[in-house]
Nanobody, 128 residues
């Protein structure tokens, strides 16, 4: 079981930036993916972004394209989510997730069902 530890959430104003971090204690996986999901109150958990570790291929939800950037640090086994131009509708608990296969995604891209390991979540609140 991969352990994921997130950090970096907080309260910001609309237009501000925030960076989330997620450190993973991974096992001997040769190809895997890490991603970010978010869940607003009374809403389903939704995909935000993901990155394939070996190739660096990235995926984004349409709602965050051009504003959010997912990146990784191989040496630290850490994935980051740089969030710029934040909007009140970005307010949610953000979860880091791990997919030990990092492949086989549908044409719609990575889905919640593809990720079996999850972090505890970090709150991001954007005030207007």
């Amino acid at each position: 079981q991969v352990q994921l530890v997130e950090s970096g959430g907080g309260l910001v104003q609309a237009g501000d930036s925030l960076r989330l971090s997620c450190a993973a204690s991974k096992g001997t996986f040769s190809n895997y993916a890490m991603g970010w999901f978010r869940q607003a109150p009374e809403k389903e958990r939704e995909f935000v972004a993901a990155i394939i570790w070996s190739s660096g291929t990235t995926y984004y939800a349409d709602s965050v394209k051009g504003r959010f950037t997912i990146s990784k640090d191989n040496a630290k086994n850490t994935v980051y989510l740089q969030m710029n131009s934040l909007k009140p509708e970005d307010t949610a608990v953000y979860y880091c997730a791990f997919d030990k296969y990092g492949s086989g995604y549908s044409s719609a891209g990575p889905q919640r069902k593809d990720f079996l390991s999850w972090g505890q979540g970090t709150q991001v609140t954007v005030s207007s």
